[in-house]
């Protein structure tokens, strides 16, 4: 009898112990369980913050490319207006001789505005800026290049002005640029069609005389 009794109550206490570890293993796997959920949520929030942070970073990087495409469309607008404008090329030129005398080698529409080199006739450099529109000196600098030599020497002889050979390629079309090719002793001239097409030119530094640039022929 004592020995039944025994059993009973070994039993009894397995069964207890045996439900109380299951018990709490039920109840470990219940915490990892949330953890884990706990955790891949987090994960989720990480990734969502990520991927908005991506999109106002293309956001940005799209409203930097609309930013560039605007002032390249500025400055191509600005030169448009500049070429249709009151002044021409010889006129700029002129224009900066009378503010800084010398003699001019260069003559460009650059970024809404006539920027003219001329040499000095201390042999330095400067750059002349003249509005397109009414003429007027905006500034002027010096210019780093010391290649007067190579200039004078180009403009030995010569009988023909960078305003003349400006005025001559503008039976070509409105010129945009002239400047001095040291190199082939003769003035390149650059003119832009009313259609916007542009053609190259080269004027003799003698005779005026206006030939289309070989290069530019070549590529026709």
Request: glycine letters at 12%; a negative charge.
């Amino acid at each position: 009898m004592k020995r039944n009794i025994v059993i009973a109550v070994v039993t009894a206490a397995a069964l207890v112990g045996g439900g109380t570890a299951t018990a709490l293993a039920v109840s470990g796997d219940d915490d990892r369980g949330a953890s884990v959920a706990r955790a891949e949520a987090r994960a989720g929030d990480d990734d969502g913050r990520d991927d908005d942070r991506d999109d106002r970073n293309e956001d940005r990087d799209d409203r930097d490319d609309r930013g560039e495409d605007r002032s390249d469309d500025r400055g191509d607008d600005r030169d448009e207006r500049a070429v249709s404008g009151d002044v021409t090329a010889a006129e700029a030129l002129a224009a900066a001789l009378k503010h800084t005398p010398g003699t001019a080698v260069a003559a460009e529409l650059d970024d809404g505005a006539w920027e003219v080199d001329v040499l000095g006739d201390d042999d330095g450099r400067h750059s002349v800026r003249v509005d397109p529109g009414s003429g007027k000196v905006l500034g002027a600098s010096a210019d780093d290049e010391d290649d007067a030599r190579e200039v004078r020497a180009a403009l030995k002889g010569s009988s023909v002005t960078a305003g003349e050979a400006a005025r001559a390629a503008a039976g070509k079309g409105v010129v945009t640029s002239v400047e001095l090719d040291d190199d082939d002793r003769g003035w390149e001239a650059e003119t832009r069609a009313s259609g916007g097409g542009e053609r190259d030119w080269r004027v003799d530094l003698g005779s005026g005389k206006v030939t289309a640039d070989r290069d530019d022929s070549d590529d026709d």
